[in-house]
Each structure stands twice: as C-alpha cells, then as structure tokens.
C-alpha cells in the first residue's frame, strides 16, 4: 500500500467507530466491531514498516479529526514516532477534550509513562 492507500484506509474505517456513548447501538456495533479489526489490522501492518508508519502518522496527527489525531498519537508513542507532537497532542485533549477523549489521552499516556500497562485498567 502506498502512504495515501493507508491514510485513506486509516480515515475510511476510523469514521465506523463508535466514539460516542451514542454510538452504542446494536447495529452500530457490528459495524463498529468490523471496522476495528480492519483498523487493528491494517496498524499492526504500520508496526512492521517504521518508515511507512512515520510518514503515514506525520499526516494523521495534522487529522482533523480529534479521534484519528489520538489513536495516531498513541501508536507514535507507542512506535517511538512523533514523541514531542503526540505528547503535546495527548496533553491537549487530556485538559480539553470531551469525556472520552480526555480519558483516552490520559489512558496513552499512563501506558507510555510506564505507570500503567496497555492491559490494566485505566
């Protein structure tokens, strides 16, 4: 895949996710939970090739989308891509986002503190 492919691919699933507690409807879900494992999928494909991951994050971090901007900013943290950018990111969302997003950041960046491990709970 070329970086654009990924990009377009990253956007395309990401905007199926439930972000919201609104979004936890049946139907949603199903989609929802297909979505992720394309995604899951196509990251874990990023974690194999670092320079692709480093230029295919450069631009999601620049994303709109405060959804795709905190998940690129997690995977940079936890590739070791991006540090200063998607710390202040993180930082960003954790004092001003929404509810899920403040949690979300400040979840990323417990787990990349260390004070936490990526399977306890928050």
Do not use: F
């Not at 377009?8 to 494992?37: F, G, M, W």
């Not at 997690?74 to 509810?99: P, T």
């Amino acid at each position: 895949m070329t970086k654009e492919e990924y990009i377009e691919e990253i956007i395309h699933l990401s905007s199926q996710l439930c972000q919201k507690p609104d979004d936890y409807t049946k139907e949603k879900v199903k989609v929802h939970n297909k979505a992720a494992r394309k995604l899951t999928a196509l990251e874990n494909t990023l974690d194999n090739d670092l320079e692709m991951a480093g230029e295919v994050y450069a631009e999601l971090l620049d994303n709109e989308d405060t959804y795709i901007k905190q998940r690129s900013a997690a995977a940079c943290l936890h590739l070791n891509l991006h540090i200063k950018k998607s710390v202040k990111i993180l930082e960003y969302l954790r004092k001003h986002g929404e509810r899920w997003e403040t949690m979300g950041a400040e979840r990323q960046l417990k787990i990349w503190r260390g004070e936490i491990g990526p399977n306890d709970p928050g």
